[in-house]
């Protein structure tokens, strides 16, 4: 993980360290062994505690928050910019690829120190192949099969 990305995640892991969130994309599959570039950080939460996640983040906020109904997203949706690093925020409400109570199935990874709540590679590569997303689909389904058979 660059130094950049880094930096803004431990930013929004000690600012909502109480709230029911869960880190999903290109950075989840990252810390969970997951040789891939990250450009932003993508947070799922619930519709009930992005409110709360605008306003704790609201000075980084970038883009006021909207309803997204296209490509069966049907979540809220709110940006910001820390340390110039762009973190989407998606508070599910019946989004299409994921279940409103997949944040039952986060799991803790423990990175540098910190605790960082992450969706498990089973459910992100059930994401990816409702998405169509070839490419993360491979990726995802390369590490599970190697941490099956017991090579890192």
Not at 3 to 30: D, H, M, P, Q, T
Not at 35 to 44: F, T, V, Y
Not at 58 to 76: A, P
């Amino acid at each position: 993980m660059n130094e950049k990305i880094e930096k803004a995640l431990r930013v929004v892991i000690k600012k909502l360290k109480r709230l029911n969130y869960a880190l999903i994309g290109s950075v989840n599959l990252s810390l969970q062994g997951i040789d891939i570039q990250s450009r932003d950080i993508d947070i799922l939460t619930n519709s009930d505690e992005i409110n709360e996640i605008v306003e704790i983040l609201k000075k980084y906020q970038t883009k006021e928050m909207y309803f997204d109904e296209s490509e069966g997203r049907n979540s809220y949706r709110a940006f910001f910019e820390i340390n110039g690093i762009e973190i989407e925020i998606l508070g599910n409400v019946n989004n299409a690829c994921r279940l409103k109570n997949s944040l039952n199935k986060k799991i803790y990874i423990n990175y540098k120190g910190i605790k960082i709540p992450c969706m498990p590679l089973e459910e992100e590569l059930d994401v990816y192949k409702k998405m169509n997303r070839e490419d993360k689909i491979k990726l995802i389904k390369d590490k599970i099969f190697k941490i099956r058979k017991g090579i890192s």
